[in-house]
Nanobody
Framework: QVQLVESGGGLVQAGESLRLSCAAS????????MGWYRQAPGKQRGLVAS???????NYADSVKGRFTIARDNGKNTVYLQMNSLKPEDTAVYYC??????????????WGQGTQVTVSS
């Protein structure tokens, strides 16, 4: 019923920037919180940034000041602007959304992930 599709990942050098996008589609009534998680090989998936429907944001300490999360509620899309990228930012980035479906059920949806690789 719901799909999240990420885009914008790629290979960049340290200090460069990338902008990730995630578009939600399906039988969605509303989206509460949207966020980005990341997972490197052999490591646990962790929250990078999140944004509530009203605009309140939350960032991991490791990315604060470098990354900016934003959303377009009309497009059901969340963005992650990543500046001053570091090799330790290398990971698969996953989009997540807390949704209310049209059928009235709460649903947690995940994207398939997009690879971000930062070379030194």
């Amino acid at each position: 019923q719901v799909q999240l599709v990420e885009s914008g990942g790629g290979l960049v050098q340290a200090g460069e920037s990338l902008r990730l996008s995630c578009a939600a589609s399906g039988s969605i009534s509303s989206i509460n919180t949207m966020g980005w998680y990341r997972q490197a090989p052999g490591k646990q998936r962790g929250l990078v940034a999140s944004i509530a429907r009203g605009g309140t944001t939350n960032y991991a300490d490791s990315v604060k000041g470098r990354f900016t999360i934003a959303r377009d509620n009309g497009k059901n899309t969340v963005y992650l602007q990543m500046n001053s990228l570091k090799p330790e930012d290398t990971a698969v980035y996953y989009c997540h959304a807390d949704l209310l479906l049209q059928i009235g059920k709460i649903f947690n949806s995940w994207g398939q992930g997009t690879q971000v690789t930062v070379s030194s």
